[in-house]
């Protein structure tokens, strides 16, 4: 059971360049979401998705796009990268919420570097 | 969602337990809290989850009083392998869908 997958795991961009990141997961989740973590900051939400062919806009939703036309995958995109975008980013997904209580499963990570 | 606030920071020894409380005083009636734990270039992952009274599992132990205004984590006989950054979650997934992570607390465990 391979849980949250991400693609690639290391990225070098240069400015105003575009890339997708891929994120896939097994566990035949509802929701799923990407972040972004700066060094030595805590992780903000970039969107999610609570089920496919959904998204929305997290806390930092601008420079970034999300497409969830499969439920097992949701990538992001950024059309044109800037060096502000130089992050580690996670994606995560958990299962529909039915008890009010879940919780949510992380994938390992793409740094990303933009030059 | 309901705000949480957590020390920044928190040092300690190996061998002793580290309790790390988290303040929530907006939670809501449905609100569960939910505790992770991130080791550095690593994703978050899930310790612990309670909505009142005490949860205990392998790794954790945590404490809701009756008011659940705040919350404790407890680590018992911490090692340096404890050493990461851990968060305080309230509620998220029953409030459509967003999850938000607070700052976080860095725990450092010395030898």
Redesign the interface.
Known sequence: NAGVTQTPKFRVLKTGQSMTLLCAQDMNHEYMYWYRQDPGMGLRLIHYSVGEGTTAKGEVPDGYNVSRLKKQNFLLGLESAAPSQTSVYFCASSSEAKDLDNKAFFGQGTRLTVV | LAKTTQPISMDSYEGQEVNITCSHNNIAT???I?W?QQFP??????II?G?KTKVTNEVASLFIPADRKSSTLSLPRVSLSDTA?Y?CLVG???Q?????????TELSVKP
């Open positions: 449905n609100d569960y939910t992770y270039s690593q994703g978050p992952r899930f989850q909505y950054v968060y998220g997934f029953n459509g869908g967003k999850l938000i992570f607070g700052q976080g």
